[in-house]
Structure formats: structure tokens, C-alpha cells
């Protein structure tokens, strides 16, 4: 994970960038994610990290990882920047995806 923080003539920003390997169980990074949150509570935020799969986000079904992501999402108040209808940012043979995922606060 990765945070910078851009300080505009307005507020301060704070972008944080966390990937989460398919691999990895997401219940090890969002706490490390809800950390960093919570470190920072009257920022602008904006979260860029890998998505799971949830049908607010383009895909078809919901998994169990996409639900702890949304869970975590609406715990934290936060805004998903994606489009359910956008294109896919990921194809591969027959195999479509949206494996990132943009949120605000």
C-alpha cells in the first residue's frame, strides 16, 4: 500500500493505492486500509485497489471477497467511482473483468 498526500490550494488529498493479491485474504489489507482512513479523518480521499467480484461494479455475480469489499466500502462511508456499465479494464480470451476498483470520500 501506498498513500501520498497532495496538499491543493482548497484541502489536502490523500491518494492510496493498495493491492490486493487474489491470493492474499482481504482481511488482512482492509484493516491496513481502514487504518490509513482513520489516520486521516477530515481528508479527501481517493482509494485506488483490486476489486472483488460485486455486481455494483460490473460484474455478473457477487463473490465472497466482492461482499467483504462492499461491506468495508459502506462501513467507511466511501463513493465508488466506477461505472457498472464502463468496459471492461481487463480481457483476456473469454474472460472479462473490472479488477480495479476506485473509491472516494
Known sequence: MVA??????????????AYISPA????TTLP???EMI???PEEKIIIRADNGHNTLCGYTSNGNRGKDIM???LA????????????????KY??????????CS
Open 32 to 34: 491496513e486500509i481502514q
Open 4 to 17: 501520498i498526500k497532495i496538499q491543493t490550494s482548497s484541502f489536502p488529498l490523500t491518494i492510496i493505492s
Open 24 to 27: 492474499e485474504n482481504v482481511h
Open 94 to 103: 473469454n474472460s472479462v473483468h473490472w479488477p480495479d476498483l476506485t473509491l
Open 71 to 73: 461491506d468495508f466500502i
Open 76 to 91: 467507511n462511508n466511501l463513493h465508488i467511482i466506477n461505472k457498472p456499465d464502463a468496459l471492461p479494464t481487463f480481457q
Open 38 to 40: 482513520s489516520s486521516l
